[in-house]
């Protein structure tokens, strides 16, 4: 059977150029493999100066694209990959995730005696998956992004090979994210049966093919944005999103797909929880926004009846909408009763999440001139999050010790004025995670909220505020036993080690400054909207 | 009623391009409905019934995990050592090499030569990075059996 | 006007923080932290002084024209329209706050350094302290509600650090964290409120949270904002209603930054915080819980009066509450035995008096109470810190007696500070105390204009309480039997006392180990030269440590004069602050009411029963904080009439007008009513208490209505215990598992289809996600059928 009428073969439009970052942090991890290969065990400072560097480069890279971010020539591969703010802000929240993540697993890694190499190349590996889920025009390059990210970190939650809660960890994290990116596959196969359309085919002299009509559909987001209307079978394209929405749910950890969360985190070791509650959830919202809010629209039809686009885009709002208060509310309320510091950050993760689907919902909400602000604001959120997030895990990890031993708020009796450096700026995180003005997380807060509250969405945001209100119990309930409980056990200060210590100046900087003075940051992700990218099919 | 008559006539125009053989947008799912619906009750409906059909006499040796033979010494759930996993994957990585190249073979000279050329550098990049896997593989001693 | 001078009056304090954190932790030197820290706060009230009152500095409190003082640093957000400056801006309203704050700041921080002294986190100690005047500033300076809320959550946090200030006592921590999450619980009525201004603005076409108009100029380049006080202003006056709580608009704003008042400045239901918050050390308490942050609420109410004039159901409803709690506590504080209790109490119920006033829509009355009270509350705390000093951090009031000839400096002032908030004739609480009442009697906004005299009732049965506890306090503390010998004794005095407290619930306070306000004193008494000044010499190192060790008697003393002196400082303005807002009424126009003269300009006016919606328009360029007007609108010369309100008609401000002769001599009736209260209530105090000084109160008022306990079993526990057993156990472990188990069950009979699954939780996990997944596909469903539906038409 001959088929070549669908595909006429010539070399594709690759474009390089806008693949650098990525192909940079490739070749990094490939690198980083082989040095690891070749020197065996001992090359600790070697990976990770090279994994940094190769980190580094990616981000010049990106800062290089950025000014053309705007012009005409954003796609490659043929508009498999775009070019746009959305994800090059993306990439340096993954960037600065993953660059952190190197240093804080650094002091772990030595404790544990782990083949540091393995651990750099899985984590670079991990961000190349990442940044190809925020630049991915297409499903399929989506789906491919998050296998490579989803692959590289089920290794990475069960690192440490020794015990039995990381096992347990990886075991459940794999299980459970194979069935959900098994939702996501069948959904984008079903998107791709809905937006099927007569093919304008040459039928061939013979065959059984010339009496029927060729039907293919599409997975590139923006073609099955402009088939949203005339797509073949609706109900398919309906029942498709829904199982992206589980899919992309699952990623984010948004209620109720959330209920991995604390045991794989809990169980993962912390330097690799800090980085699974920070990367691939903001991996996860890159993706999730750009399929949503471009491959969904909201289309008007040309009647007066709603539109299937209408429809659809109904659908998806009201039930992200529904996500939105059931994630920030099941995160914080059950956050109240952890007696573990890791598995109360998980808890808090997840009310994260929802926090930045209030600002997902308003840009699903938003016409195309105040959907920037609202992307903008999702973004910042999470880089925000990350931050602070990553800043607390380092804590976390140091004060854990080797084997993750002391994670239970038990284990944080009346450390505050033993080591007022940790204490203080485990306490200054769990501020900003609070929402405590003149940090980052406030900053974040009010960006989301008021997006929302822009598009009309008052109650989201009062269920958003009072779920703040809630948090400030247990976040503050730690500080608290840091500094007002009675030590019981013995306990000794550790020595903060350099790298960690660069983290914590980092984070803490990082968290004011984004605290005080956002609009840098802000005005560059929200340079331009994402742009559509016709597709070549 | 003329807005109504003009709705209709958009709906008749929408039906005129659906293509023969596929039905009405529900009507066209009945096949996957009768086969969810099979599917179903496939598997459930013999055990179902079976447990109508069946006599049930328990003894002891009816009890026993197999009517005849020897009785097991170990669990069933016995654990194999990690290397046939591993070679199972190298096995995996090589196949799927294969698997690629197959297609890759069919297509490789195309109606254009610039694609010929683009497809010849891209199996060696390809190649070459399950190159380094191999030889990542082999460093680390994958490939030992002892 | 631009005067970046405002600036330093904020961030000197921050300045003192940080010297005091990075340096004062290494040196330890009590004589170098503590100066710092006092003259990181005079540097600011320098500045602030400056600004408010010469005429380089830009005159915010006496200029003609009641133009802010700007300082705009940078543009912190912008966010499509939404956008907030970090900038500052002083008013006359602002002014008045930040020389007041600045001003007994001062003398708290030089108290403290009397009263600190020996600690061993004295460095850690004034950190806070200038922290906190860093984040009161901002709260108060701010020129847009973002930045206010900001100082806000500031002050919360302070008073969070300070509260626990003493670390290794388990409920300074326990008060600390209550204090915080009370306060946040208002909190997210502020940020729903500022969200809903925002809103509100955005419809009107100005999206704002800005307080004042600000030129392209002022900013710096850029576009201007737009007040969002005056937007609101200029639209029409809400109706009043229950439903209107809810309606989404200007009372519903209103209401929520209510919340966000009850919270900070401890209102019912939000109180219960600021009785426990006598747990941190007394200077804190001056400050922090009686003269600066709680009046924060009343701050932000007077800020937002465009808004509230606007909501008259809000109004009534801050009036009731404001009522409310004035008498609950008083009632409550009248049964304390802790001096500390007592005056907490006593906070709550002026600050209920504020509220009250603010409510009948007398903005400016509740402001000059607000000043008034932190002359004589801070002097009051600062007293009752003098004598637990002098006591050996004994804060039990059955305890003390016959102190006034130990304490005579600190007894006279305390007496100064007593017949000021019982409403003595011309001291200072007097005045604003009468204006309230009067205001209270003689409102006709829409809300409260049926309620007033039964508001009024409140107010004056709560005079009396008031009268009535602070003599008692005055009485069981200076005069009587010296009790402090017995007790300590062991004798029958303590068999006396034991009824009084052993058949309590609680064991007295004394009785445990760390009571009280209690320094931690360096063991070596290592600590650096003890002089600030001779006065400290006597009461030094020695006896300090010595009281850690015993519990025998031991003889009460004056303290130095680095806490006499600000003591003094403060009875004198406790006695002649109330003299710059003398009422028409009383001085017949001899003495301008300098105060309202002042505040007039920038405070809206609640709409009244008579006045039509014409008001709407007057409220909006009042409440514009006047910037938005000419500067010569308001002022002395008063020439143009903006507002058609009560006795304005002349075009002169209610302030200048003589009102009708009627009316003045009604005024002056109820002025004497005043004065008779206060005189009753103080006699009956003298002479009750005098003859039993420990006379037992009724329990229930001992233990302050059961209200915490009522709220632990009423709030706390379930919320806890749901969440362990509902969502958590119940939901993600229970049901689901069990769901998961029967099914199991089942399916194991029918074809043993989930027996191979994976063990342990994992299959409930995925159950639960494929519950998820059926409720989202059945979701979409149900927009897909519509979707059909509408094809098949």
């Known amino acids: 059977m001959n088929l070549s009428f669908a595909i006429p073969l010539s ?80 990439t340096l929240v993954f960037l600065i995730v993953a660059a952190l993540t190197v240093l804080i697993s650094a002091i772990w890694v030595e404790w544990e005696g782990l083949p540091a190499g393995e651990f750099h190349t899985l984590l670079l590996f991990a961000t190349v998956g990442m940044m190809l889920m925020a630049s991915g025009n297409d499903l ?291 501020l900003s995670l609070l929402g405590v003005p003149l940090t980052a997380g406030f900053m974040g807060k009010v960006m989301v909220f008021s997006q929302a509250l822009g598009e009309g969405y008052k109650w989201l945001v009062v269920i958003g505020v009072l779920n703040t209100a809630i948090s400030v119990y247990y976040y503050l309930g730690l500080i608290v036993v840091m500094f007002f409980r009675e030590r019981t056990t013995e306990w000794r200060a550790p020595r903060i080690p350099t790298t960690l210590a660069v983290v914590l100046v980092l984070t803490v900087a990082g968290v004011i400054y984004l605290g005080l003075f956002p609009g840098r940051v802000i005005n560059a992700f929200r340079a331009v909207q994402p742009i559509a990218v016709s597709s070549l099919r | 009623m003329l807005s109504a008559l003009l709705l209709q006539a958009g709906m008749s125009l929408t039906t005129a391009r659906t293509p023969a053989g596929v039905g009405g947008p529900v009507s066209g799912y009945w096949p996957v409905m009768v086969f969810f619906a099979v599917a179903v009750v496939f598997p459930v409906l013999p055990v179902v019934l079976g447990r109508f059909v069946r006599p049930n006499l328990y003894g002891e040796a009816k009890m026993r995990p197999y009517e005849c033979g020897i009785d097991p010494t170990t669990e069933a759930h016995d654990r194999f050592t990690v290397r046939f996993y591993i070679v199972a994957m190298l096995f995996l990585v090589f196949d799927v090499e294969t698997i690629f190249l197959l297609p890759w073979a069919i297509i490789f000279m195309g109606d254009d030569f610039s694609f010929t050329k683009f497809a010849l550098l891209e199996m060696f990049f390809f190649i070459g990075i399950l190159v380094v896997g191999y030889y990542y593989a082999w460093r680390k001693g994958a490939l030992e059996w002892a | ?279 941190g050390p007394t200077p804190v308490s001056a400050l922090i819980h009686a003269a600066t942050m709680v009046t924060a609420g009343v701050y932000m109410v007077v800020r937002c009066s465009a808004i509230f004039s606007h909501a008259p159901t809000a109004l009534f409803i801050v009036a009731i509450i404001g009522a409310a709690t004035a008498i609950f506590a008083a009632s409550v504080g009248i049964a304390q035995n802790d001096i500390k209790k007592v005056l907490a109490y006593s906070t709550v119920s002026q600050l209920g008096y504020m509220f009250l006033a603010c409510g009948v829509g007398a903005f400016v009355a509740a402001i000059f109470h607000v000043m008034t009270h932190a002359f004589f509350k801070a002097l009051l705390f600062l007293g009752s810190g003098s004598v637990i000093h002098g006591m050996h951090h004994e804060q039990d009031m059955r305890r003390m007696g016959g102190l006034r000839k130990y304490m005579p400096v600190t007894f006279a002032a305390m007496t100064v500070g007593w017949l000021a908030i019982s409403g003595f004739p011309l001291l200072s609480g007097f005045f604003s105390k009468d204006e309230i009442l009067w205001k209270t009697w003689s409102t006709e906004s829409v809300g409260t204009a049926g309620v007033g005299k039964f508001l009024w009732v409140v107010g004056i049965v709560t005079a009396v309480i008031t009268a009535i506890y602070m003599t008692r306090l005055m009485v069981m503390t200076f005069w009587g039997g010296e009790r402090f010998r017995e007790t300590r004794a062991g004798g029958e005095a303590d068999e006396a006392h034991a009824h009084a407290y052993d058949a309590g619930t609680k064991p007295h306070d004394a009785s445990l180990p760390s009571a009280g306000d209690r320094p931690r004193h360096e063991p070596g008494g290592s600590v650096g030269a003890p002089g600030h000044d001779a006065a400290a010499g006597p009461h030094a190192l020695e006896d300090e440590d010595e009281e850690e060790e015993h519990h025998g008697p031991v003889e009460p003393r004056e303290s130095p004069s680095t806490m006499t002196v600000p003591l003094v400082v403060l009875a004198f303005l406790s006695v002649v602050g109330g003299w710059v807002g003398i009422p028409y009424a009383l001085s017949g126009g001899a003495v301008p009411n300098y105060f309202e003269r002042t505040l007039e300009p920038v405070v809206a006016r609640a709409p009244e029963a008579g006045a039509a919606n014409a008001q709407g328009e007057s409220a909006l360029q009042r409440g514009a904080g006047a910037s938005a007007q000419p500067p010569a609108a308001h002022g002395n010369e008063g020439a143009v009439p903006q507002s058609v309100g009560e006795g304005e008609a002349g075009g002169v401000p209610a302030s200048e007008h003589a009102p009708d002769p009627a009316e003045i001599s009604r005024e002056r009736l109820f002025t004497i009513i005043s004065v008779v209260v206060a005189l009753v209530g103080i006699g009956v105090g003298w002479l009750w208490f005098q003859r039993k000084p420990l006379y037992e109160m009724p329990r229930l008022l001992e233990n302050k209505y059961y209200v915490d306990e009522i709220y632990d079993a009423a709030l706390v526990e379930p919320i806890k215990t749901g969440s362990r057993e509902g969502l958590w156990r119940f939901f993600d472990v229970g049901v689901i598992d069990g769901i998961v188990n029967g099914m199991g069950r089942g399916m194991r009979e029918i074809g043993s289809l989930l027996r191979f699954l994976q063990p342990g939780f994992v299959r409930s996990y995925a159950a639960i996600i494929l519950i998820g997944a059926l409720a989202v596909v059945g979701y979409f469903a149900y927009f897909a059928y519509n979707a059909v539906l509408v094809i098949n038409r």
Not at chain 1, 43 to 52: C, E, G, K, M, Y
Not at chain 1, 143 to 164: C, H, P, Q, W
Request: hydrophobic share 55%; charged share 10%.
């Open chain 1, 140 to 430: 399929v390059m989506i789906f491919l992004g998050l296998e490579i990210l989803s692959i590289a970190t089920y290794v990475m939650a069960g690192f440490r090979k020794n015990d039995l809660r990381s096992n347990e960890s990886s075991l459940k994290y794999f299980i459970l994210g194979s069935f959900s990116s098994a939702f996501l596959l069948y959904g984008i196969a079903l998107v791709y049966g809905a937006t099927a359309h007569e093919v304008s085919a040459q039928p061939q002299a013979s065959g059984a093919l010339a009496q029927h009509v060729i039907l293919a559909g599409t997975t590139n987001i923006s073609a099955i944005a402009e088939r949203v209307n005339d797509g073949l079978y609706p109900p398919l394209l309906f029942a498709g999103a829904a199982m992206l929405m589980i899919g992309f749910g699952f990623k984010i950890a948004s209620a109720p797909f959330h209920v991995w969360t604390p045991d794989v985190y809990e169980g993962a070791p912390t330097p690799v929880t800090a980085f699974m509650a920070a990367g691939p959830k903001a991996a996860g919202f890159a993706a999730f926004m750009r399929v949503f809010l471009l491959a969904f629209p909201f289309v008007a039809a040309s009647g007066q009846m709603r539109s299937t686009g209408a429809q659809l885009h109904d659908a998806w709002l009201g039930a992200l909408w529904i996500l939105a208060v059931l994630t920030m509310t099941v995160g914080n309320v059950v956050a109240l009763v952890q007696t573990n510091v890791k598995r109360m950050l998980a808890y808090s993760s997840i009310a994260h999440a929802g926090y930045a689907l209030v600002g997902f919902v308003a840009a699903g909400a938003a016409d195309s001139a105040h959907q920037t602000d609202a992307v903008a604001a999702v973004v910042f959120y999470l880089l925000a999050y990350a931050v602070m997030n990553l800043g607390a895990f380092a804590v976390v990890t140091l004060i854990a010790r080797s084997g993750d031993r002391r994670t239970d708020i038990e284990d944080y009796r009346g450390i505050g004025f033993d080591s007022p450096a940790l204490s203080l700026t485990l306490s200054l995180f769990l």
């Open chain 3, 1 to 279: 006007m631009t005067n970046h001078l405002l600036s330093i009056v904020v961030f000197a304090p921050l300045a003192g923080a940080l010297i005091n954190w990075l340096v004062g932790r290494r040196t330890r030197n009590e004589t170098l932290i503590g100066f710092v820290a006092c003259g990181a706060v005079a540097v600011s009230a320098l500045a602030a002084f400056t600004i408010a009152f010469t005429g380089w500095g830009g005159a915010a409190l006496t200029g003609d024209a009641a133009t802010p003082v700007m300082s705009h640093l940078w543009t912190w957000i912008q966010v499509g329209s939404f956008r907030a400056d970090f900038g500052f801006a002083m008013d006359r309203l602002s002014g008045i706050y930040a020389c007041f704050v600045t001003f007994v700041g001062l003398l708290i921080h030089v108290f403290a350094t009397g009263y600190m002294h020996g600690d061993k986190g004295f460095y850690r100690f004034f950190a806070y302290l200038n922290l906190f005047m860093f984040m009161m500033l901002t709260l108060v300076l701010a020129d847009n509600l973002l930045l206010m809320f900001v100082g806000w959550e500031g002050v919360g946090l302070c008073s969070y650090l300070l509260i626990g200030y003493y670390t290794d006592r388990k409920e300074a921590g326990d008060a600390a964290k209550k204090a915080f999450v009370v306060n946040r619980i208002g909190d997210w009525g502020v940020v729903l409120g500022i969200m809903l201004v925002f809103f509100l603005t955005s419809h009107a076409g100005a999206p704002s949270i800005s307080f004042f108009d600000k030129t392209a100029a002022t900013v710096g380049g850029g576009d201007g904002v737009k007040s969002a006080l005056a937007t609101i202003g200029a639209m029409p006056i809400e109706a009043f209603g229950w439903q209107m709580i809810f309606a989404g608009g200007i009372t519903s704003a209103a209401v929520l930054l209510f919340i966000g008042a009850t919270g900070k400045s401890a209102q019912i239901p939000l109180y219960v915080w600021l009785p426990d918050a006598m747990a």
């Open chain 1, 11 to 90: 070399a594709p439009d690759v474009n390089f150029r806008l693949l650098l970052p990525e192909l940079i942090l490739s070749v990094t991890g490939v690198v980083v493999m082989l040095v690891d290969a070749f020197t065996g065990r001992s090359q600790r400072r070697a990976t990770a100066t090279l994994s940094l560097a190769g980190l580094a480069a990616t981000a010049w890279a990106t800062l290089w694209l950025w000014p053309s971010a705007q012009g005409a020539d954003t796609r490659a591969w043929g508009g498999m990959i775009v070019l746009d703010p959305m994800r090059l802000s993306f």
